[in-house]
C-alpha cells in the first residue's frame, strides 16, 4: 500500500526522519510527567514498581517492536502487523482500538491541564476542581480550540507543540533540580527503608498503580507506524529504542524520588502532584513561586502533547489503512489548510462524548482514573495483539530466520518466551486496569463504564468492519453484473 495525504492521488511519503528524530519522538509519546505523581503515592515502593513494569513490559516490548518493524518496516506499523498475523479483520480491530484508545485519553490529558490551571490560579478557586461545570467548560473550550488551531494547519499549530516540548524539558528538570536541592539542604520528606522498597503486591491500590505504570511504557508502537518515513528504518528503530530507553526510565524513576524528597507519599495529589511538590520545595527553599511556575509549565507541557496526540491521531485512519471501512467523507482534505479537518472535527465530538460520560455521575477525581483505566486496558488489548503476532510471524518465517535470531539473541525459544512473558504482564495489566478504585462511590458503575466502555469499542469495530466488507462485495457483485464486464 502507498500511503499519501490523500490516498492514490499525491506523493510518496519522503523518509524524514532519523535516529534522533526518532529519539525524540519515543521520548515525547512515552514520557508523561503526570505519571510520577500517581507512582509517587505508593511511596518508596513505586521506584521498585518501575523497575518490574521495565523489565516485564518495556524489555520484551522493545524487542518485539525491534523484530516486527524489521519483518514489516512499512507505514502502517501495528496494524500491518496484526493484519498479517491474524487476518485483515483483527488488523482492524487493533488498528480501531488503538485510535479509540487515544479519544479515550484525551478527556484524562484534558482533565489533567484543568487541574493544573486550577492549583496555578490559587487556594481561592481550588474548590471547582471538582466541579463538573467548570472541567466541562474548561475541557471543551482546550479541545476545540486546539482542534481548529490543527484544522488551520501544522504551519499554525506547530507552535503549540514546540513549546510543550520546550516546556516538558523545563519542567524536568525543575523536578530534578528541586528535589536535589530539597535533599541536599533538608534531607528528604520521605524516609526510605529497604523494606518500603518492597511492593505490597496482595494490596490492590498496588495492582492498579502497577498497570498504570505499565500504560507509562507504552509508545515504542507509534514510530513504526511511521516506517515509510525513517530512513533505514530497522537498524535507526533499533537505535531509537536503546537510548530512548534509558533516558525514558531515568526521568521516571529519578523524577518519582524527587516527588517523594519533597512531600510525603499521603500529601502527594493524583493530578496535582508535581506542582503541590515543588511548592512544597519552594517554601522549603524560600522560593514561594516554585510550584506556580512548576504548574504553569506542566500546563504548557500537556497543552502541546496535546496538540500533537490531536493532530496525529486524526492521521490515524489514514497511517492503519481503515479509510475502505470507515465513511469516505474522513478521508477529505481541507480546500485551503490541506488538512484532515473532516477527520479532525469528528475526533472532537467524539471525545467530547467520552469526555461528558465520564464525568457525569462521578467526582473529577474518579472520572481521571476511570478514563487513565480505559486508556491503559484499551492500549493493554492492542499489544496483546503486538505480541501474539511475534511467535506467529516467526514460525512461518522459519526457525532457522536469520533476521529474528539477530534481533532476539538465544534462537527461537527465546523469542516465544519474549512474547509470553510480554502477553501475560499485558494481560494482567489489562483486568487490574479494570478494577474500581478503593473508595470509589460508585465502584459497580465505574466497573460497567470502564470493562462496558472496552466491550463497546471491539464490539462497534466489528460491526464496522462486517458493513464495510458487506457493502465491499455487493460493490464487487454489482461491477460484475454490469454489461461489459
Known sequence: MKLDSQPGNGPELRRALGTFD??????????????LSTAAQLGPASLTLWVIAFLLFFVPSALTVQELSSRIPHVGGLYRWTQAAFGDTHGFLAGWAYWLSN?????????????IVLHMAGTSFRSLDESPLYNGIFCLALLWFVTFLNILGLRRAKWLQNIGGLASIAVGAQVLIGGALAWWRFGSATQVHAAELVPKLQSLPTLNTFAILILAFVGLELGPILGDEIRNSARTIRRAILISGVVITIIYVAGTASLLVALPPDQIGVISGIPEAMEA???????????????ALLALTSAGGLGAW??????????????????????????????????LLV???????????AISGSTIHEAYLLLIDMTAALSCAVWIYIFAALPVLRRRAGATDETSLALIPGGPRVGWAVAWIGVLATTFATIVSLIPPSGSAHPTLFLLKGAGGCILVFAVGLLICHRGRSRMLLAAADARATPGN
Do not use: C, D, E, K
Open 22 to 35: 526518532l529519539v525524540l519522538l519515543n521520548i515525547a509519546a512515552i514520557v508523561g510527567l503526570r505519571w
Open 310 to 343: 490531536v493532530a496525529g491521531t486524526a492521521r490515524l485512519p489514514f497511517v492503519m489503512g481503515l479509510g475502505h471501512y470507515l465513511p469516505g467523507r474522513l478521508g477529505a482534505i481541507h480546500p485551503r489548510y490541506g488538512t484532515p479537518h473532516i477527520a
Open 347 to 357: 475526533q472532537a465530538a467524539a471525545t467530547s462524548i467520552v469526555l461528558l460520560a
Open 281 to 295: 520545595t519552594g517554601q522549603r527553599i524560600g522560593m514561594p513561586m516554585f510550584g506556580v511556575v512548576a504548574a
Open 103 to 115: 479519544l479515550v485519553f484525551f478527556p484524562s490529558l484534558l482533565l489533567f491541564v484543568s487541574g
